[in-house]
């Protein structure tokens, strides 16, 4: 059987001059696209494409010819690279090739860590900390299992208003973090050759954001809050914190995936 593997980088110094704003590739972007044929389907598009030689359509035709399995017709292998070429490609995002550079990637983290130590430092007015000591419990969007509308009316009333303004100062940081920390995730993906996983960061981010909304509107109306709106916002922080764990898992499977790959190509290259 046969295992093409198609790789190439867009782009060279003889080639003229394109807007990247439209190009399908950047110069520089490497394409890699691995199959596994089976002997049957080697077999089935020979037959198609009327192609008789033995070659392709047994494995005593193909050791006769000096192969050690059948191996797929040029027909076959010209015809997914007309599929690749069709199809969209990474870098084409405009987001993606700005996750891509250089310097992008160590600025996420420096904005990440940057928020997490607003968030846990003690002596930060936007830690968590704080919320924490005056009510007992935790954020509320910091509840994995949700909240009740008794307990946010309980917690309002013992904050303060050192409290609130406390409180008000942690929310702020958290209208950025979660598209922060969605984008150093994409940007970390997109370098483990992994572009479609980006989808569930910016998922997560998505959530997260609209369960930031709906916190400010229980902050806004705390004087009068709605049952529904607590619900809601309870759901929001459920779903969040599942799609996170989604994202972690996805991350983990990414990492894994690179590093046999690159074994995989290390074994390959005496």
Same mark, same amino acid.
């Given at each position: 059987?046969?295992?093409?593997?198609?790789?190439?980088?867009?782009?060279?110094?003889?080639?003229?001059?394109?807007?990247?704003?439209?190009?399908?590739?950047?110069?520089?972007?490497?394409?890699?696209?691995?199959?596994?044929?089976?002997?049957?389907?080697?077999?089935?598009?020979?037959?198609?494409?009327?192609?008789?030689?033995?070659?392709?359509?047994?494995?005593?035709?193909?050791?006769?010819?000096?192969?050690?399995?059948?191996?797929?017709?040029?027909?076959?292998?010209?015809?997914?690279? !007309?599929?690749? @070429?069709? #199809?969209? &490609?990474?870098? +084409?995002?405009?987001?993606?090739? =700005?996750?891509? *550079? %250089?310097?992008?990637?160590?600025?996420?983290?420096?904005?990440?860590?940057?928020?997490?130590?607003?968030?846990?430092?003690?002596? !930060?007015?936007? @830690?968590? #900390?704080? &919320?924490?000591? +005056?009510?007992?419990?935790?954020? =509320?969007?910091? *509840? %994995?299992?949700?909240?009740?509308?008794?307990?946010?009316?309980?917690?309002?009333?013992?904050?303060?208003?050192?409290?609130?303004?406390?409180?008000? @100062?942690?929310?702020?940081?958290?209208?950025?973090?979660?598209?922060?920390?969605?984008?150093?995730?994409?940007?970390?993906?997109?370098?483990?050759?992994?572009?479609?996983?980006?989808?569930?960061?910016?998922?997560?981010?998505?959530?997260?954001?609209?369960?930031?909304?709906?916190?400010?509107?229980?902050?806004?109306?705390?004087?009068?809050?709605?049952?529904?709106?607590?619900?809601?916002?309870?759901?929001?922080?459920?779903?969040?914190?599942?799609?996170?764990?989604?994202?972690?898992?996805?991350?983990?499977?990414?990492?894994?995936?690179?590093?046999?790959?690159?074994?995989?190509?290390?074994?390959?290259?005496?």
């Amino acid at each position: 059987m046969a295992f093409p593997e198609f790789a190439g980088s867009a782009g060279s110094d003889a080639s003229p001059a394109v807007d990247e704003r439209f190009a399908l590739v950047a110069v520089g972007e490497l394409i890699v696209h691995r199959l596994r044929y089976a002997r049957e389907d080697i077999a089935r598009f020979a037959a198609q494409t009327l192609d008789r030689n033995p070659v392709h359509h047994s494995l005593d035709g193909a050791r006769r010819a000096g192969h050690g399995d059948a191996i797929a017709s040029g027909q076959q292998t010209s015809a997914l690279m !007309s599929g690749l @070429a069709a #199809s969209p &490609f990474p870098l +084409r995002d405009p987001m993606n090739r =700005f996750l891509l *550079r %250089p310097r992008v990637l160590a600025m996420l983290v420096v904005a990440v860590l940057v928020a997490i130590a607003l968030f846990k430092l003690p002596f !930060s007015p936007a @830690a968590d #900390s704080h &919320f924490v000591e +005056r009510t007992g419990e935790m954020v =509320f969007d910091e *509840r %994995p299992a949700g909240y009740v509308l008794s307990g946010v009316i309980r917690a309002f009333g013992q904050l303060g208003p050192d409290g609130i303004a406390q409180y008000e @100062a942690f929310r702020a940081v958290d209208i950025f973090f979660p598209w922060l920390l969605g984008a150093l995730v994409a940007a970390v993906m997109l370098r483990l050759e992994a572009p479609r996983a980006t989808a569930w960061a910016w998922l997560a981010a998505a959530v997260d954001t609209a369960e930031n909304a709906a916190q400010y509107a229980i902050l806004f109306t705390r004087g009068d809050l709605s049952p529904h709106l607590v619900q809601w916002a309870s759901r929001l922080t459920q779903v969040k914190f599942a799609l996170f764990g989604v994202l972690l898992v996805v991350l983990i499977a990414v990492g894994v995936r690179f590093i046999q790959r690159k074994r995989r190509a290390l074994a390959g290259n005496p």
